[in-house]
């Protein structure tokens, strides 16, 4: 679950009056399944989140829901040695830390910081499977399409936002510098044009075009013949995905596809 998603549902627990503790890993050493600050809400019947998983997980619940059930107000914490207490593996230790969810106490959390802001233009099938899994990760997407009919019904999480829009190729002068950008429209020429754009912005973070290596040496091919740079032309990532899966169903490529932004992002933090 990302970090707003997060929010929102304690958000909404607060709202329907669900009494709730914050889970909090307040401080992790050596090999540990989550970092500090990571988080968890605990209620009488559910759990979002996650501080880890395993036994310490199942224990750290078991706290929780303790303290809903004798009206604990005051927080407390608890050191897990993971290994020989918990039987876990990871070897490592982990502080947590057990707070009554109040509205004070969600509005200092820190607002999650986004892996990579990306513009993804197209709402066709790969379109919607790639925004299927973003919506569970902390990033800043716009989806730009200019057949609104292709949006998906019904909302969007708030770190998505739908832009449906007649030249969609001027949206890419609108993404901060270091933006990444996903090229995957029903139309080649608005793929060129899209593509060449970012090209010539040249400060971007990641640029990926769907297609084969067919598609890749045409469209180079055209951009070398308007003057676009060599060493520009050898950023963008064409075909797009994780080398050495196969597969062309849409959620196979976004499977590819949201891996290969993730490793990106990850080496540019």
């Not at 914490?77 to 830390?97: D, I, R, S």
């Not at 995957?184 to 020429?189: E, G, I, K, M």
């Not at 740079?229 to 490529?253: F, N, Q, S």
Request: proline letters at 7%; a neutral charge; aromatic letters at 6%.
């Amino acid at each position: 679950m990302s970090g707003a998603a997060l929010r929102a549902t304690a958000r909404d627990w607060l709202a329907r009056g669900e009494p709730a503790i914050e889970v909090r890993v307040a401080q992790a050493r050596g090999s540990a399944p989550r970092e500090a600050g990571a988080r968890m809400l605990v209620s009488e019947r559910a759990v979002a989140g996650t501080v880890g998983g395993g036994h310490l997980e199942l224990q750290a619940i078991e706290l929780a829901r303790g303290m809903l059930a004798a009206h604990e107000t005051l927080p407390r914490e608890k050191h897990y040695p993971l290994g020989p207490a918990l039987g876990q593996c990871c070897g490592g230790a982990v502080t947590l830390a057990f707070k009554p969810l109040t509205d004070a106490v969600l509005a200092r959390w820190p607002a999650p910081r986004p892996r990579f802001h990306l513009q993804l233009y197209g709402a066709g099938h790969v379109g919607r499977a790639i925004v299927n899994l973003l919506s569970g990760l902390d990033c800043e997407v716009q989806w730009i399409d200019e057949r609104d009919a292709e949006f998906p019904d019904g909302p969007l999480p708030p770190h998505i936002e739908k832009v449906c829009v007649d030249a969609v190729e001027g949206e890419v002068d609108t993404a901060a510098p270091g933006a990444f950008y996903l090229v995957l429209t029903h139309s080649h020429d608005l793929d060129m044009r899209i593509t060449e754009a970012v090209l010539r912005r040249g400060d971007f973070g990641f640029l990926g075009l769907i297609g084969s290596q067919t598609k890749r040496a045409r469209f180079l091919h055209r951009f070398e013949a308007r003057g676009i740079a060599p060493e520009m032309l050898g950023r963008m990532t064409c075909p797009i995905g994780v080398p050495g899966i196969t597969g062309k169903e849409p959620e196979v490529i976004a499977v590819s596809v949201v891996a290969q932004l993730l490793q990106v992002g990850s080496a540019r933090s």
